[in-house]
C-alpha cells in the first residue's frame, strides 16, 4: 500500500505551517519566562505544542490522502450442469441419475483444492445448485450466458465448464451468446448422438376457443425415427372415449407426417383432449407418444342483423364480410318481410332505413329502446329527415337531391378502435361512396373515424361516424356502394383483408360490452405447467371508484374436488395473487370480498396443459459442444475423463491469480487517529503544566 499527499495549495504553505507552529510554541515556552519548567520538559511540552499547531495549520489547508491498494483476485471456475429430462429419457437414464452425480462431484472435490468453484444448474432457468434431479421441462442455454453477464462481469473468471447434451429448445443460440467472452469454455457431452426408435408427438396445432355445435381443427405432426416397417394408431381421446382414430405405417426411419383432423364440439366449456401414438416395440421413450390440450367451446356468437330497403350488392359484401367472422352470425332480410323480434340480435344494420317507401320506425324503436347497437348505411333510398329524428350523432341537411362521389380521408385523432396499418394505406384507395349533397353537424360524443374527399378537396364532411351515448352505442356510414371496396380489395390484393379488417373492427367497436361490475377477477386461462397462475383483481364502490380495503379471498377447486384457499395482496388500488404453478389439469376459481353490507363473487376457469418440450428431442448435439469449446478456446471432454479435463485447466497459464490496483482518496480530517493524536498531545501537556503549577 503507498500513501501520497494531495493539496489544493502551492507546497510552501507547507512550511507557513511549520513557521506557525514554530513561532507559537517559542513564544509560548521561551518567551515566556514566568512559567518554572525543567529544561527537558520545556522542550517536550514545546514539541507538543509545535506538533498540535502545525497540525491544525496543515488541516486547514484540506489535504486529500491518496491511498494505492493492491489486492489479489483468485481465479473461479464456475461449472453448469444440465439439469433438464432429455438427459434422462435415453437408455443410460440409470447411469444419469446414480453414477454420474457421483463422479461430478468427485471432480468439483479435486478441482476445488487449487480454484474457488461455483456450481449452478441449468434448464428452465440458471440457479446456485449441487445437488441435481434432472427434472427441468425445458433448456435455455442462453440464460448461462445471461447470468456470466450479470454475476461474474469484471470477474477473474478462470474457465466455465458446461455439462449437456446440447440440446435447447428456449432462448438465444448459446454459439452466438457465447461469442465475446473472454475465457475459455470447457464441455462435458452427455446423451447419445445415436438415434434409437422412437415414435414423437412432435407438434399440435388448434384453436384456444370454439364455438357450440362447430366443427374445429386439429392439426398433429408426428416424427417416427429407426421404425421403417412399423405401424401404429393415433388416437384422440376425450373424457375416455375415442373420438378419432386412424392407422398410420411408417415408410422410412426418418419419418415426418402432418394430420389435418376434424372434431365437432358438443358442450360447453374448458374441454380436456388427449393424443395418443400408440406404442411399438424397443421405444427408448414413451414419455412422447401422448399430449394433452385444452379448448374452451362458448355459446356467446353474437347474432348481427342486416335489413335493407330493397336488394343491393352492400348487404352481400357486408354479409361475406362477417361470416369470414366466427364469431358473428348474420342474417340478412328486407325490412318489410322481416317478422321476427329484434330483441334476438346483438347488433342492427340499416341499410338505407328508414327509406322513403319503409320507415321501419317500429323496429328502430324497438332496437333503440333495447340498446342494441346500431349501424346506418345511407343511400338514394334513404328518408334523410326522418333520420335526422333518430338522434344518430349525424345531423344532415340536404342542399340538393344530388350526390358527391366520396373517397375515404382517414381522422388520424381517431381514437375508438385501430385498423390494421395495410387497411388504413389502401381505405384511401378504394373507390368513391355515393354520399348526400348537404352539409353536416356532429353531436358532441360523436367521432369521425373518415371525412370526404371530394375529387382532390379534403372536406370536414363526415364519411364515417361512431358514437356512445351512455350505454347506446350507434354508428353511420353517409354513402353507399361499400361493395366496390370489397372487389377493389381483391383486386389489388387477392384478398378481401383489409374490407373485412375495417367491417370487423367497426362492428366489435359497437357489439363489445363493457364490465360494468363491481368486482372483477381476471387471470390467463391457459397456462403451461412451469408457469405461474397470476390473477388480478378490482373493486369497484357505488361511484365506480377503485377501492382495495377488504381483503379477497380465493378458493381454487381442482379435477377431484381439492380446495386451495388463497388472500389476495393489495397493489396500489387493486389486488393481485400469485397462486404459482399447478398440476396438469382443469380448475375453477371463486374469489368473494364484502364491501359494507353488500357481498360479491367472482368465478371462473383456467386449464394447465402439460410441457412436453424435452421428450420432442432426445437426440444430443455434441456438435454444438464441439462448437462451444472450440470457438472460446477450450476442449470437449466425455464423462470419465476427468482427469484429462483436470489436467488441462491446470496446464493453462492464463487461470491464475490477478492482481488490482485501485486509488482511494481520503481526507485527512476524517482520520480519527488524527483527533486522537492531538487530543493525546493536547491533554499531555496540559497534564504537566498543572503539575507544575502552570496554566
Not at 357486408?318 to 366466427?326: G, P, V
Not at 396500489?572 to 376459481?589: I, K, M, Q, S, W
Amino acid at each position: 500500500m503507498n500513501f501520497n499527499f494531495i493539496l489544493n495549495y502551492p507546497w510552501w504553505f507547507v512550511l507557513l505551517c511549520i513557521v506557525t507552529g514554530v513561532i507559537i510554541s517559542a513564544i509560548l515556552y521561551y518567551k515566556n519566562t514566568s512559567d518554572d519548567f525543567l529544561p527537558w520538559q520545556k522542550k517536550l511540552l514545546a514539541a507538543f505544542r509545535f506538533t498540535v499547531i502545525t497540525l491544525l495549520c496543515f488541516l486547514l489547508l484540506a489535504p486529500l490522502l491518496k491511498m494505492q491498494i493492491t489486492n489479489t483476485q483468485e481465479p473461479v471456475i464456475l461449472v453448469f450442469q444440465d439439469n433438464s429430462q432429455s438427459l434422462v429419457t435415453t437408455r443410460e437414464a440409470s447411469q444419469m441419475k446414480e453414477d454420474y452425480p457421483n463422479e461430478l462431484s468427485g471432480f468439483i472435490d479435486n478441482l476445488s483444492a487449487d480454484y474457488s468453484i461455483n456450481t449452478y444448474a441449468f434448464g428452465e432457468q440458471v440457479r446456485r445448485e449441487t445437488d441435481f434431479d434432472f427434472q427441468d421441462k425445458l433448456t435455455d442455454m442462453s440464460e448461462i450466458f445471461n447470468s456470466l453477464e450479470v454475476l461474474y462481469t469484471n470477474r477473474n473468471v478462470g474457465a466455465v465448464i458446461i455439462a449437456g447434451d446440447g440440446i435447447f429448445n428456449r432462448g438465444q443460440n448459446p454459439l452466438f451468446r457465447a461469442s465475446n467472452l473472454m475465457f475459455p469454455i470447457y464441455t462435458i457431452a452427455l446423451g447419445d448422438t445415436v438415434p434409437q426408435r422412437d415414435l414423437i408427438i412432435s407438434n399440435i396445432r388448434h384453436n384456444r376457443i370454439t364455438y357450440l355445435n362447430n366443427i374445429f381443427p386439429l392439426e398433429v405432426t408426428i416424427e417416427a425415427r429407426q421404425a421403417r416397417g412399423l405401424n401404429s394408431r393415433l388416437r384422440v381421446m376425450h373424457e375416455g372415449n375415442t373420438v378419432h382414430e386412424e392407422s398410420i405405417s411408417f415408410a422410412s426411419d426418418s419419418y415426418f407426417e402432418t394430420f389435418n383432423i376434424e372434431l365437432e364440439a358438443l358442450e360447453t366449456g374448458i374441454k380436456r383432449y388427449r393424443i395418443e401414438l400408440e406404442p411399438v416395440a424397443d421405444e427408448i421413450s414413451l414419455d412422447n407418444n401422448t399430449r394433452d390440450f385444452f379448448i374452451e367451446v362458448i355459446d356467446s356468437r353474437q347474432k348481427i342483423l342486416i335489413l335493407s330497403a330493397g336488394p343491393h350488392p352492400d348487404v352481400g359484401a357486408l354479409k361475406q364480410a362477417l361470416e369470414d367472422n366466427e364469431n358473428y352470425e348474420t342474417k340478412a332480410a328486407l325490412a318489410q318481410d322481416f317478422d321476427e323480434d329484434i330483441r334476438d340480435y346483438d347488433m342492427v344494420i340499416w341499410h338505407q332505413l328508414p327509406s322513403v317507401r319503409h320507415a321501419a320506425t317500429v323496429l328502430i324503436t324497438q332496437a333503440t329502446q333495447a340498446n342494441i347497437p346500431q349501424l346506418f348505411i345511407l343511400g338514394a333510398q334513404s328518408n334523410i329527415s326522418t333520420f335526422n329524428r333518430l338522434q344518430t350523432g349525424v345531423q344532415i341537411n340536404v342542399r340538393s337531391a344530388g350526390f358527391n362521389d366520396s373517397r375515404v380521408n382517414i381522422n388520424n385523432d381517431f381514437a375508438l378502435f385501430q385498423v390494421r396499418p395495410g387497411t388504413a394505406e389502401i381505405l384511401p384507395l378504394f373507390p368513391p361512396l355515393q354520399s348526400p349533397f348537404a352539409t353536416y353537424s356532429l353531436s358532441p360524443g360523436t367521432q369521425i373515424f373518415a371525412h370526404q374527399r371530394i375529387g382532390n378537396v379534403d372536406t370536414e364532411y363526415p364519411l364515417i361516424t361512431l358514437s356512445q351515448i351512455s350505454e347506446r352505442k350507434t354508428g353511420v356510414i353517409t354513402g353507399e356502394g361499400i361493395w366496390r371496396w370489397r372487389l377493389n380489395n381483391y383486386a389489388r390484393n387477392n384478398n378481401h383483408h383489409a374490407f373485412n379488417d375495417w367491417v370487423s373492427r367497426m362492428v366489435q367497436f359497437l357489439t363489445v360490452v363493457e364490465d360494468r361490475s363491481f368486482f372483477r377477477v381476471t387471470t390467463e386461462n391457459f397456462l403451461y405447467e412451469n408457469e405461474q397462475a397470476v390473477f388480478d383483481a378490482e373493486l369497484y364502490n357505488r361511484s365506480y371508484e377503485l377501492v382495495n380495503n377488504p381483503d379477497v379471498e380465493m378458493t381454487i377447486t381442482n379435477e377431484e374436488g381439492e380446495q386451495f384457499e388463497y388472500i389476495f395482496g393489495r397493489t396500489g388500488n387493486a389486488y393481485r395473487l400469485n397462486a404459482g404453478t399447478f398440476p396438469v389439469g382443469e380448475y375453477n376459481y371463486r374469489a368473494r370480498t364484502r364491501l359494507g353490507n353488500e357481498e360479491f363473487t367472482a368465478e371462473g376457469i383456467f386449464a394447465v396443459s402439460p410441457l412436453n418440450l424435452e421428450a420432442l428431442n432426445t437426440v444430443a448435439n455434441h456438435q454444438l459442444l464441439y462448437q462451444l469449446a472450440e470457438n472460446s478456446g477450450g476442449k470437449m471432454f466425455f464423462p470419465g475423463q476427468w482427469d484429462e479435463l483436470l489436467e488441462e485447466i491446470n496446464s493453462r497459464s492464463d487461470i491464475r491469480p490477478v492482481l488490482y490496483t485501485q486509488d482511494e482518496f481520503e481526507d485527512l480530517v476524517n482520520l480519527r487517529w488524527i483527533f486522537f493524536l492531538l487530543l493525546i498531545l493536547l491533554a499531555t501537556e496540559w497534564f504537566i503544566r498543572k503539575y507544575n503549577g502552570s496554566y
